[in-house]
């Protein structure tokens, strides 16, 4: 038989259960926050019992979703900020909209700056809720940045309706509006790693303004490159008339500092508005987004210099990035007027993978050390309005057999040191004591850096764009040789480039920024 003390506690456990279902009640009727309240009006629907769809944005094309959405949205639309501070960056709009312990409001929209050309930015949303109507259907949508430093990698838009029939319309227009809005169109791109795991930066540069004349190549080599790479695109629709493919890749090759980099920067001058993506080095890891901008954007024009220091296996890859850049050009059809310029001081480390995957490069072109006539031009050109002879010019660049234009470059500026040191204007004796200098014994330093003849194979002449003495940060395409006696002709290689199969889409993200330093 129960005693009396027990019975107390039935009652009180049974009072006690009977409140927990009161407050459970009290809070299920609650749970629709502020926020959620605003936005169901404007659905017309309780937004706690919809359907989330979440597309995920590459960061650098954030701008290009905020273009897109003020389109759609018009001038009906509205954006509300979203309360609740930092935990609102960690919540699901989900859970912003239905809550019983958080109470979300309208609160201010976080905006933030991004850069939409090299000297242009806008500011785009970077935490709201957008309430507007497509096709008469309402939508809200909630943007959001990209934080990689708490592991969002990517940017996202989380759509909701109440008409779930109409989201697939939406998100085709929303694609289809950040394509015709896109401020990648016609720009200069360039990806670089962040300190956040595999997030990277897209940096917009300025186009380079390089004229054929400042390219001295021996004779037919620029010329056989430009009608590669630019005439192609200029005549595609006679091409694609006659059957023909645009889609193209070119390989130039030869000793450090012959002028590949400069030629590569003639091309990009020479296509205005045409959508190119630079890549060097070990930034060539993004290839896999600078293909999807090229496919999304012709006419376009993907540079991947020093290919070769790629070549080989990566620990944390199961095949070679160069297998996937020749992958990247798989998977964009013949007729994209799309075009891979690759630079490598190394030919013959690519050529077994060239050799395994063959039609996907159908242009080789050697640039090699400058022979006497277009070392001539080069010392020239470096002269400028120097008042040096031409007759000192031609024997000087006569003794500098197998030097390349980093060579002349460093000489004429000595030249001129030399006599601002003495107080008087620079003449031909000045540029003969500062030959005499440059190629003594004491200097095979300094000929190595520049490229001389007989001393290479230490395998620090890397052409790495430093301007070559003169501060600039930029790569003006001629620095270092190996004084070979080479053949000032040079080497074209074409063979067949086939159609492929298209390859999975990029798997990093990326966001965009400008470049502090110019420079291609």
């Known amino acids: 038989m129960l005693e009396e003390s027990d019975r107390e506690l039935m009652r009180v456990v049974s009072r006690y259960l009977r409140r927990v279902e009161a407050l459970a009640a009290t809070e299920q009727t609650a749970e629709r926050t502020p926020l959620g309240d605003a936005v169901s009006e404007h659905l017309g629907a309780d937004a706690t019992t919809l359907a989330v769809t979440t597309e995920e944005i590459l960061p650098h094309r954030l701008v290009d979703a905020d273009l897109a959405l003020d389109a759609l949205g018009g001038a009906e639309a509205s954006v509300l900020g979203v309360g609740g501070g930092e935990q609102r960056f960690h919540s699901s709009i989900g859970e912003m909209l239905g809550n019983p312990h958080t109470r979300f409001a309208p609160g201010p929209v976080t905006y933030a700056t991004r850069a939409t050309g090299p000297l242009t930015d806008r500011r785009v949303i970077a935490f709201g809720v957008r309430l507007l109507r497509f096709e008469g259907v309402p939508f809200a949508v909630l943007q959001r940045d990209a934080m990689p430093q708490t592991g969002r990698e990517t940017a996202s838009l989380e759509i909701l309706s109440a008409d779930e029939g109409a989201v697939p319309a939406f998100i085709r227009r929303l694609h289809a509006l950040m394509v015709e809005h896109s401020v990648l169109r016609g720009q200069v791109l360039s990806f670089a790693g962040s300190e956040f795991?595999?997030?990277?930066?897209?940096?917009?540069?300025?186009?380079?303004?390089?004229?054929?004349?400042?390219?001295?190549l021996e004779d037919g080599v620029l010329e056989s490159v430009v009608d590669h790479v630019v005439g192609i695109g200029e005549h595609r629709d006679e091409l694609l008339a006659a059957g023909q493919h645009l889609k193209r890749g070119l390989l130039l090759y030869g000793p450090p500092g012959t002028g590949k980099?400069?030629?590569?920067?003639?091309?990009?001058?020479?296509?205005?508005?045409t959508t190119a993506v630079v890549l060097t080095g070990s930034s060539i890891r993004f290839i896999g987004a600078a293909a999807e901008i090229a496919r999304t954007f012709p006419p376009a024009l993907v540079v991947l210099e020093d290919i070769d220091l790629v070549a080989m296996e990566r620990a944390h890859s199961p095949q070679p990035l160069l297998f996937e850049v020749l992958d990247a050009l798989d998977g964009l059809d013949g007729d994209a007027d799309v075009a891979f310029v690759m630079t490598t001081n190394r030919v013959q480390v690519l050529e077994r993978a060239l050799a395994a995957r063959p039609g996907r490069v159908d242009l080789g072109v050697e640039i090699p050390l400058p022979g006497p006539g277009a070392r001539r031009r080069l010392f020239r050109r470096y002269a400028a309005s120097l008042p040096f002879s031409e007759t000192a010019l031609d024997a000087a660049a006569e003794r500098a057999e197998g030097t390349t234009g980093s060579f002349a470059k460093e000489l004429m500026r000595r030249s001129v040191l030399a006599a601002a040191l003495r107080g008087a204007a620079p003449g031909d004796d000045d540029l003969a004591a500062a030959l005499d200098t440059l190629l003594s014994s004491a200097e095979s330093l300094t000929r190595l850096l520049l490229g001389s003849p007989g001393e290479r194979g230490t395998g620090a002449g890397e052409d790495d764009g430093s301007g070559e003495g003169d501060g600039s940060g930029e790569d003006d395409g001629y620095g270092e040789g190996d004084g070979s006696d080479q053949d000032p002709g040079y080497v074209a290689v074409a063979v067949d480039t086939g159609m492929h199969a298209p390859t999975p889409g990029m798997s990093s993200t990326y966001s965009v920024s400008r470049d502090p330093d110019p420079g291609v």
């Open 197 to 216: 795991g595999r997030h990277a930066g897209a940096t917009f540069l300025p186009r380079p303004d390089v004229a054929a004349g400042d390219v001295v």
């Open 261 to 273: 980099t400069l030629t590569v920067r003639h091309l990009l001058a020479r296509t205005p508005g």
